[in-house]
């Protein structure tokens, strides 16, 4: 008798300790998800082909269209380069409230390369950001993006970047909206950013 | 309206015109080869084209070699948990019966150490070499830098 209330007291406390544990688990990783999706506010300090710093803050009042790439890249970067354009095409009149950028995670060799040339033979619109190293590690962190040099004697200079190749959507405040993934048609983007303006 | 639309389907793909020849080596069809403009000759220029293999013998496309550049190369590009890379392909596969792409997004030329920027309506020539079909040499169209492919009558097929 007395064990079985002690089996009791036992089954009790565990019970207690799951519900405790789910909790803790569940509650604060839940209000955790939504005060950082509202909160989560991207930022860049970067410089452009003329070497002007040129911030996240100077852009409030736009929609921002971020793309991390690099220009020594023929096969996936030029083929979202292309859609960013079609996009900026198709939304004609409306086009002065989205601003595209294009931040380089190969920022040396882009610079020398010529990172406006690149850019503008898509759209005149697409600006070009290069930085340090040091910026643009501080950038893709604050779009929580990935990046990484990998040593390639297949590639020219004998390397290559891998990274995240999807598109980024900021609002007129600076906040996070969404991400469009690779290979998302302009059309699709396109009609997203319409139901926004 | 027939004949507008014939009209207007000659007039697109005229500019495309060697893009869409066909050379065919032993049970292998070679077409739609195409690049894309560059800004410049010091970053690398794409090769892209469609193989089909009639046969029943499976091949392999095991190198490319072009006058257009010092070291052209087989890619790869694979996305994946979200990370997009460009590995080296050893070979790529031509399935006996099956119809393998070059194409952007997936496999491709890599053309790097260009001997000059290509512009669009320029054409150079690409030898492809098969493990078993041996070699062939195409006709590469230059499209423009926002080209998606070649407009041939057959595209898409
Ligand atoms: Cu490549």
Redesign the interface.
């Known amino acids: 008798m007395r064990l079985r209330s002690f089996q009791i007291i036992l089954w009790v406390a565990a019970t207690a300790a799951v519900v405790a544990f789910a909790a803790v688990r569940w509650w604060p990783a839940t209000e955790d998800t939504a005060a950082a999706a509202s909160a989560f506010t991207p930022t860049f300090a970067l410089a452009d082909s003329e070497g002007r710093i040129r911030t996240t803050d100077e852009f409030r009042g736009k929609f921002l269209l971020v793309f991390f790439g690099f220009?020594?890249?023929?096969?996936?970067c030029?083929?979202t380069l292309?859609e960013v354009?079609?996009v900026m095409y198709d939304l004609g009149s409306d086009a002065g409230s989205v601003q595209p950028i294009f931040i380089s995670i190969d920022p040396e060799r882009d610079r020398r390369?010529?990172l406006a040339?690149?850019t503008k033979?898509?759209h005149p619109a697409i600006l070009g950001l290069a930085g340090s190293e040091a910026e643009t590690q501080a950038a893709a962190a604050s779009f929580k993006i990935?990046y990484e040099r990998?040593d390639?004697t297949?590639?020219?200079d004998g390397y290559?970047m891998?990274?995240?190749?999807?598109l980024y959507l900021l609002s007129p405040d600076g906040a996070w909206l969404r991400q469009f993934t690779?290979?998302t048609p302009a059309a699709e983007i396109l009609s997203d950013l319409q139901s926004r303006l | 309206m027939k004949h507008f639309l014939l009209a207007a389907s000659l007039t697109l793909s005229a500019p495309a015109a060697m893009a869409c020849e066909t050379v065919t080596i032993g049970d292998l069809t070679v077409e739609h080869a195409w690049s894309?403009?560059?800004?410049?000759a010091?970053?690398?220029?794409?090769f892209y084209v469609e193989i089909t293999n009639t046969g029943s013998t499976d091949d392999a496309l095991v190198g490319i070699a072009t006058p257009a550049a010092g070291?052209p190369?087989l890619?790869e590009?694979v996305?994946q948990d979200?990370?997009?890379?460009?590995?080296?392909a050893m070979s790529i596969p031509v399935p006996a019966g099956q119809s393998v792409q070059l194409s952007?997004?997936g496999y491709?030329g890599?053309?790097?150490?260009l001997t000059t920027a290509l512009k669009e309506g320029d054409s150079f020539s690409v030898t492809l070499t098969f493990e078993k079909a041996g070699e062939v040499t195409v006709n590469v169209d230059v499209l423009s830098?926002?080209a998606?492919g070649p407009d041939c009558a057959d595209a898409g097929q």
Do not use: N, W
């Open positions: 220009t020594s890249c023929p096969d996936v030029p083929t292309s354009a079609q390369l010529g040339d690149y033979a898509f990935f990998e390639d297949s590639s020219p290559t891998a990274h995240s190749p999807g690779y290979g | 894309k403009a560059t800004i410049g010091g970053r690398p220029g794409v070291m190369m890619h590009t996305v979200g990370i997009a890379s460009m590995p080296h952007p997004g491709h890599m053309l790097m150490g830098l926002r998606e």
